[in-house]
């Protein structure tokens, strides 16, 4: 069976080693604060707005104020900044922390379409950043599906 990483890689098209570039480079001292901020305003916009109820509903019980935040603040930590993010809510935990959605396929793609636009409307983010960062998503969006599945297989759920 392949682990996770395997399958983010497998499901994404992104090699766990292009998904990790980000350390390489330190995306906070490069951006800054702000760009972060605006990518997850501009993408959370997008996602509450959305015109598909299913995808909606994922998003549906939790304040767009707070999703923004939280997405900021774990994207400036991953991307080498401060740890507001782990301050403020404790380890990322990525996979416990999206238990309680809908974490499906169908879900990865929309979202990450989403995503697309917000970082093409974040002009503020260079091209080789937003590859970076694409990169990145693409495989933790789909490791963050192979989790939620192998979760749902130990609870009985299919």
């Known amino acids: 069976m392949q682990s996770l990483q395997q399958q983010a890689t497998t499901r994404s098209g992104v090699k766990q080693e292009d998904a990790f570039a980000i350390e390489k480079v330190n995306l906070y001292q490069r951006l800054g604060r ?8 501009n993408f959370y916009n997008r996602v509450y707005e959305d015109e598909q109820q299913w995808f909606r509903s994922i998003f549906a019980n939790f304040p767009k104020e707070e999703a923004i935040q939280n997405q900021y603040e774990f994207f400036i930590q991953r991307m080498g900044g401060p740890p507001w993010y782990s ?3 404790g380890h990322p935990a990525l996979i416990g922390r999206h238990a309680p959605f809908a974490i499906t396929e169908q879900a990865a793609v929309r979202w990450l379409e989403h995503m697309q636009a917000a970082i093409d409307s ?3 983010i260079d091209p080789d950043s937003r590859k970076l960062i694409l990169n990145f998503l693409k495989h933790t969006a789909y490791f963050l599906v192979a ?3 192998i979760m749902n297989r130990r609870n009985g759920a299919v």
């Open 87 to 89: 301050q403020r809510k």
């Open 122 to 124: 974040t002009p503020e």
């Open 34 to 41: 702000d760009p972060f901020v605006k990518l997850s305003t």
């Open 147 to 149: 989790g939620k599945e």
